[in-house]
C-alpha cells in the first residue's frame, strides 16, 4: 500500500505472518516492486533500499517513508535475525538522508 502521509512518499511494509529472512525478502520486493534481480539478501536489501533508481516514481522528490506493521511476531521469534533486518534498515536510512524506516507499534490485528 502506497500513500502520501506528511509531504512523503509512504509505502507500508506489512510483515503480519512473516517467520523468516525469506518472507520479509518477498514482502519489501512486493512493497516497494523492487525489480526481478533483487537479490533476496541483507547486502541486497540495503543496497536497493539505498538506490534512488529502483524507488517508486515520486518518492524521490518527495521523500520515502516505509512504515513497518506486523513486525512484533517475527521479531520474538527470530530476534537475532530481526536485529540484522533493524540493521539493515539503519544503515539504508544513514545512507540515504531521503530515507526513512518507521516501526509501526499497536496491534497485531
Excluded: C
Excluded at 500513500?3 to 512486493?30: I, N
Excluded at 534481480?37 to 541483507?42: A, H, T, V
Amino acid at each position: 500500500m502506497t500513500r502520501e502521509l506528511g509531504g512523503r512518499y509512504t509505502v507500508t511494509l506489512d510483515l503480519h505472518g512473516v517467520t523468516g529472512k525469506a518472507g520479509l525478502m518477498d514482502r519489501v520486493a512486493r512493497a516497494l516492486a523492487l525489480p526481478d534481480w533483487f537479490g533476496r539478501n541483507w547486502d541486497a536489501l540495503v543496497d536497493s533500499l539505498s538506490d534512488h533508481t529502483v524507488w517508486p516514481e515520486g518518492a524521490v522528490e518527495q521523500g520515502l517513508l516505509i512504515v513497518v506493521r506486523g513486525w512484533r511476531p517475527y521479531a520474538d521469534a527470530e530476534p537475532q535475525e530481526w536485529r540484522t533486518a533493524e540493521d539493515v534498515f539503519a544503515e539504508a536510512v544513514d545512507r540515504t538522508p531521503a530515507l526513512t524506516v518507521v516501526l509501526a507499534l499497536g496491534g497485531t490485528s
